[in-house]
């Protein structure tokens, strides 16, 4: 590989903190209880958000930010319209 | 920027003997503005030129330089095309793969960076033979401003461009606008041996060409593609259109863009006049592994050893090699070029040599040649740090300079910052960006 440098274009400027798909099992209510393996310790705070309702891609999402046992945080979120599980830490 | 000068300059003089008191008087009554006028010096297909022995040999053959074997497999992309090829569809940066598809006859040429180097060299220093002050900006391509010239050559920009040309010897376009943006569009629209010379207003010049002239520009030109699907054909209609929209859409490169098709542009940077400290050394057999390990060592021995040096560190080098083809004959298996940036300057061999010997492992051939050139020197070995705290613009050119090496070393995007964009808000992916480092 050289080392020369290649042409800087708006390539560099991207988002941080895309989701990615999380294995999420859940209570009878829907609530999350664990996450990718790890226990759910304590439910911070829990909101809802839907945006580009006025597009053909609009964003239905519910989302909760947990403690794992571990102490960890981590926010996911179930696409309402896919149904799909997704975290973002 | 034009600047303003005094055009019946005795009269001022007359005026200002008269005394105090008569401030009205050393107005002139004829005031103009001169125009500034950048001269662009192209040479087509420079370097596909020189790799393949001058541009005669490239009439009416589909020829190209060979991707120098850094990209990835299957997306090695060809170097600059010759007329023939272009007419064909081909075009530099394309795919080896579609470039034979397209053009099953094309010959490629093993690019030669050594000699394009050279070469340019030898037209830059034509060119400030004549007084010139030159900003390179590849090779084939440089500009410089011809207001300081035309006293010495007669008065006129045309004469400032034909002592430019004589000096060049070589078949070259050259183009006067008031920006460097416009003089390479005149340059690039004007015939070979002939000069275009644009005297109005470089936005008015610039109106009817192309957006694709904006790939004359790293910053711009992933814009071009973008601007011709939204239907915006000519700069005229880009200039047409608000900078903060533009802005707003592209980013810098779409204020850039503007700014461009505006008639504004930076003026030319002159290259600062550069000690050359260069060694070589011929192999007597192709070599590779340690044998060039050890021409190496000499090499750098030799360098700091020079006396030209005085003392001083090296920032970076240019480490080249002259290649034995795929037959393994000397001639016709070109060049390879790399240059290299130090963390910090040095001159301890040991250091230099440790930077140097990994880059050894890239070359794309056994080598029958091998150089090394001192690109830049730094500050005498021994240079002690600060006892006191540094001022911020010494840190912050530190930093700056740190920041470039880690670029030269890992690429553009080596150097990233976090942009809060939305901090707020509940959908985190949109809170943060990671954006290029401006330092």
Not at chain 1, 5 to 23: F, I, M, Y
Not at chain 2, 64 to 70: E, Q, R, T
Not at chain 2, 281 to 289: M, N, P, R, T, Y
Request: with cysteine; charged share 25%; aromatic share 4%.
């Amino acid at each position: 590989m050289s080392p020369k440098p290649k042409d800087s274009g708006l390539s560099a400027t991207r988002r941080l903190g895309d989701p990615r798909t999380a294995d999420v099992r859940v209570d009878g209510d829907g609530t999350p209880v664990e996450i990718d393996g790890q226990p759910v310790a304590h439910i911070r705070e829990s909101w809802l958000i839907e945006d580009r309702w006025w597009t053909d891609q609009p964003l239905r999402r519910r989302y909760w930010e947990l403690v794992s046992q571990s102490g960890r945080d981590i926010v996911v979120f179930r696409d309402l319209l896919g149904g799909s599980w997704s975290r973002h830490r | 920027m034009p600047s303003w000068t005094w055009r019946s300059l005795p009269a001022d003089i007359g005026a200002l003997r008269l005394g105090v008191g008569r401030v009205a008087d050393l107005r002139p009554s004829i005031v103009r503005t001169c125009v500034r006028m950048i001269v662009c010096v192209l040479l087509p297909r420079f370097e596909l030129a020189v790799a393949a022995g001058g541009l005669q040999s490239l009439v009416g053959r589909a020829v190209a330089i060979a991707p120098d074997g850094s990209a990835p497999a299957g997306r090695a992309g060809i170097g600059e095309v010759s007329g023939a090829a272009q007419a064909l569809g081909l075009r530099p940066g394309m795919a080896l793969g579609e470039a034979l598809t397209r053009c099953p006859e094309l010959e490629l040429v093993a690019g030669d960076p050594i000699a394009v180097t050279a070469a340019w060299e030898r037209a830059l220093q034509a060119l400030e033979g004549i007084g010139a002050a030159v900003e390179s900006q590849r090779p084939g391509l440089a500009c410089f401003e011809a207001a300081g010239l035309r006293g010495l050559y007669g008065g006129s920009e045309e004469l400032v461009i034909g002592a430019a040309r004589r000096a060049l010897g070589t078949p070259a376009r050259l183009g006067g606008a008031p920006t460097r943006f416009c003089a390479l569009a005149a340059a690039l629209t004007t015939r070979p041996r002939r000069t275009t010379i644009v005297r109005e207003a470089a936005r008015d010049h610039l109106r009817n060409l192309p957006v694709s002239m904006l790939r004359s520009r790293s910053s711009t030109a992933p814009l071009v593609q973008m601007l011709e699907r939204l239907g915006i054909a000519t700069l005229g209609e880009l200039a047409a259109m608000p900078r903060a929209a533009l802005t707003d859409r592209f980013g810098a490169a779409g204020a850039e863009a503007h700014r461009l098709a505006s008639g504004e542009d930076d003026p030319p940077t002159p290259r600062r006049p550069v000690e050359l400290l260069a060694e070589s050394l011929e192999l007597h057999e192709s070599a590779s592994g340690p044998a060039l390990e050890h021409a190496l060592g000499i090499l750098i021995d030799r360098l700091l050893a020079r006396p030209e040096r005085r003392g001083r560190t090296l920032r970076g080098a240019t480490l080249t090699a002259r290649l034995v083809d795929a037959h393994g004959r000397g001639t016709g298996g070109g060049s390879w070029r790399v240059p290299i940036t130090f963390r910090e300057s040095t001159a301890d061999p040991q250091r230099i040599r440790l930077a140097l010997i990994p880059r050894l492992t890239l070359l794309p051939a056994p080598a029958l040649a091998l150089g090394l050139a001192a690109d830049r020197l730094g500050p005498p070995e021994g240079n002690q740090q600060a006892l006191l705290p540094e001022a911020i613009e010494l840190r912050r050119d530190r930093l700056h300079e740190a920041v470039r090496q880690a670029r030269v070393a890992a690429g553009p995007n080596a150097a990233l910052r976090v942009v809060g964009v939305d901090t707020a808000s509940r959908i985190p992916e949109r809170r943060m960006m990671l954006a290029p480092f401006e330092s």
